[in-house]
């Protein structure tokens, strides 16, 4: 995509999202998961794009007490092009009691009927979630009109420079076959591939050693 003209990429940096900007790195996370398979297929059409902000706002709350768990590029006044969410070894799941109190939450995303089908998209991936210790990447995306431009990569080399200096692999889950490339170009190679349960989407889960 070509560049967008009001958002000038040089001199942006790599941080730690600050808790103020919980709502931005949601918004653009929403954006950026617009035409994401699995979204589309999880999340009801009606309200969709603040629906999965309103995911993404809770998936904060969950990762954020875990040390460098929200990162984000952003430029020197403070706009932000991409965002990732990360968690350590050993902390990629949420308690029985985080999940129970964010069930009213997560029915506002998925809508009351949509919550059994949550439900069972969750169940299968835990059942394929390698055991392994390692960083899982549940989520990162780019501001619309900056993919391409090197803006996510530089994001999540960061922490990859991290694993690779502790030694430690890193996991994820495509959600979508055309973003595998840019995984690969990482180091991540695909390890199975996993059919959501209901006749939903594809999922590509991706290691990194």
Not at 90 to 118: D, H
Not at 173 to 197: C, D, K, Q
Request: proline content about 8%.
């Amino acid at each position: 995509m070509s560049r967008h003209p009001s958002v000038p990429l040089a001199g942006y940096g790599i941080r730690f999202a600050r808790p103020t900007e919980s709502g931005a790195v949601a918004a653009l996370l929403a954006r950026a998961f617009a035409e994401d398979p699995v979204m589309a297929w999880m999340v009801p059409a009606a309200d969709r794009e603040g629906r999965t902000a309103r995911y993404f706002r809770l998936a904060q709350r969950q990762q954020r007490p875990r040390a460098g768990a929200v990162r984000v590029a952003a430029t020197s006044d403070g706009r932000l092009l991409a965002a990732a969410l990360w968690s350590g070894p050993g902390c990629w799941k949420t308690s029985a009691v985080q999940e129970l109190a964010a069930l009213p939450q997560y029915a506002r995303v998925f809508g009351v009927r949509g919550m059994p089908r949550a439900g069972e998209v969750q169940n299968t991936l835990h059942e394929a979630h390698p055991d392994t210790p390692h960083w899982y990447l549940p989520a990162v995306g780019t501001e619309r009109g900056l993919q391409g431009l090197g803006v996510g990569s530089a994001l999540l080399r960061q922490q990859l420079a991290e694993c690779d200096r502790l030694g430690r692999p890193a996991y994820l889950e495509s959600s979508n076959i055309t973003n595998i490339p840019f995984y690969e170009r990482l180091g991540f190679h695909v390890t199975a591939e996993v059919r959501l349960p209901g006749g939903g989407p594809t999922v590509w889960p991706m290691w990194r050693g």
